[in-house]
């Protein structure tokens, strides 16, 4: 709207320099607190052993590249297991969870599908109420889950959120295309596979992204459900032995002699950065689709 005549719109005063400057310094201030922490980490992980003695424990810069710590961590043992359990859960409890979540969405966006509007119900209250420590408790343990990495995946495969971020993609597919696979005479199976997912690279790289990072971080399920050592994820091996301070002894580093062990500090850290390293690979690869697809399944429907 263009303002009456005889009034002239106040301009919009730019920020003094004094502001500018205070902004400036409160965005690096926030910067550095964040960065120095994962500094830290770093060095600490790679500085050497008397660097690290000398400096109480935690290095800022290290003196060196010293890469003990990691061929200590993959010479065997509990993390290095770990490790392995950890990319096996996410690997396999994404796919489990991609395919469960897209077809259930998928199913409840076409309209007349058997059962979808109770289905549906099912799934929004899911939102709204989880059923308790307790009843999956007793639960992975009535389907004779326990100690098996099934109890990792099954209980949390599909998430009510996902699924209706997929469902309002799916809808805001074009029927015409749908249509047109089902003149060609596709079958619902063939239009899922070959139309509809095709289609939806976007979203479906965001809401793996979101399962892969919740399978990677988890760590609570392992503590509840997993008393065999051998089987605990690397995130539950980072509680136990740095932030519970427990010492790795020689027999967790796959029999290492305990004189020529790193720092406790310098392994711990270097668990730390091994737990970070892979989503942080992953994550540059599908940020192109990350704001794309969150935006088409969130307005779309």
Not at 16 to 44: D, M, N, Y
Not at 88 to 99: C, F, Q, R, W, Y
Not at 221 to 230: E, F, K, R
Request: hydrophobic share 50%; proline share 6%.
């Amino acid at each position: 709207m263009t303002p009456p005549r005889g009034r002239r719109r106040r301009p919009i005063d730019a920020p003094s320099v004094p502001v500018r400057a205070i902004k400036a310094i409160v965005l690096v201030v926030a910067c550095l607190l964040v960065i120095i922490p994962f500094v830290g980490v770093i060095s600490t992980s790679i500085a050497s052993q008397s660097h690290v003695t000398n400096s109480g424990g935690f290095v800022l810069w290290p003196d060196g590249i010293h890469l003990d710590a990691y061929r200590t961590i993959f010479n065997g043992g509990v993390v290095l297991q770990a490790l392995l359990v950890s990319f096996l859960i996410t690997i396999g409890g994404t796919l489990v969870s991609l395919a469960g979540s897209t077809m259930l969405a998928y199913s409840l966006s076409r309209p007349g599908s058997f059962g979808q509007r109770p289905i549906l119900m099912i799934v929004l209250f899911s939102l709204l109420f989880s059923p308790g420590l307790i009843p999956n408790y007793l639960v992975v343990k009535q389907f004779g889950l326990l100690d098996s990495l099934w109890a990792l995946i099954l209980p949390t495969a599909i998430s009510g959120f996902n699924v209706i971020i997929l469902r309002s993609f799916f809808m805001g597919i074009p029927d015409e295309v749908v249509d047109a696979a089902r003149i060609d005479g596709a079958g619902d199976l063939r239009i899922f596979w070959s139309v509809v997912l095709p289609l939806s690279r976007a979203v479906l790289a965001v809401i793996g992204l979101f399962y892969a990072v919740g399978y990677w971080n988890a760590f609570f399920s392992a503590l509840l459900y997993i008393s065999d050592t051998a089987k605990w994820p690397l995130q539950l091996v980072l509680r136990t032995y740095v932030i519970n301070n427990t010492e790795l002894s020689s027999g967790d580093l796959g029999g290492a002699a305990a004189d020529q062990l790193p720092p406790q500090e310098s392994i711990q850290m270097a668990i730390l950065v091994i737990s970070l390293v892979p989503i942080l690979i992953v994550y540059p690869f599908l940020q192109r689709h990350f704001a794309k697809g969150m935006l088409t399944g969130a307005v779309k429907g």
